[in-house]
Structures are given as C-alpha cells and as structure tokens.
Nanobody, 123 residues
C-alpha cells in the first residue's frame, strides 16, 4: 500500500522561504510522477507543480513560476517543494500526490494522496 506523508509546513512571513517534503512508502515511488497541489479555504484544489519519474522534467503553475521548485530524491523516496518569496496568497493546505500512469496538472490523474500540510503566510 502506498502512503504519502507531507511535512515542513508552518507559519512564515511574507518574503520568506520554506521547504515541504513528502515521504512515500511503497515500491512504486521511482515509477511514479509526483505533484504538489494546494487548497486554500473556500477554494478548489489547485495544481502547483509536477515532476516526472526521472526528475528531468517539471511543470509549474503560472502563479508560482520563479518562486516554487519541485524536486525529488528517488533514493530516499521523497519529493520536495521549495517555496521562496512566499506571499499571503500562498496560504493553503499543500498536498503531494503520486501517479503511475499520468503526468500533468489534472488532479484526477493522480492515484494516491497525502493528508496535507498547512502553510500560513503572514503579511
């Protein structure tokens, strides 16, 4: 059974940085595309970034380009989201997701999800 556990969220001041991690258990990590999504209160879940199995290719939402960086360590079964120059509008619960047969920004393509980690940005 695949399990995803996010960590690294918290309270950060606008302009600051933080790094989210998602540890994945199970044998399928290196064969799965990974992604981060976020959901702010009262809003729909939103795509943030995705990374291919090898880590060679990434995809970012326009709203986070230049500020968020997704990466992965297949040896440690972990995917990361580096968040720089945070803004109050980045406040949300951040979820990581895994897909065995999909790579992209549609949440319906992802098979497994974590429970989420809260990021709160103060102005």
């Amino acid at each position: 059974q695949v399990q995803l556990v996010e960590s690294g969220g918290g309270l950060v001041q606008a302009g600051g940085s933080l790094r989210l991690s998602c540890a994945v258990s199970g044998p399928t990590f290196s064969s799965s595309a990974m992604a981060w999504f976020r959901q702010a209160p009262g809003k729909e879940r939103e795509f943030v970034a995705a990374i291919t199995r090898s880590g060679r290719h990434t995809l970012n939402a326009d709203s986070v380009k230049g500020r968020f960086t997704i990466s992965r360590d297949n040896g440690k079964n972990t995917v990361f989201l580096q968040i720089d120059s945070v803004k109050p509008e980045d406040t949300a619960v951040y979820y990581c997701a895994a897909a065995s047969l999909y790579y992209g920004l549609d949440p319906r393509g992802y098979d497994h999800w974590g429970q989420g980690t809260q990021v709160t940005v103060s102005s």
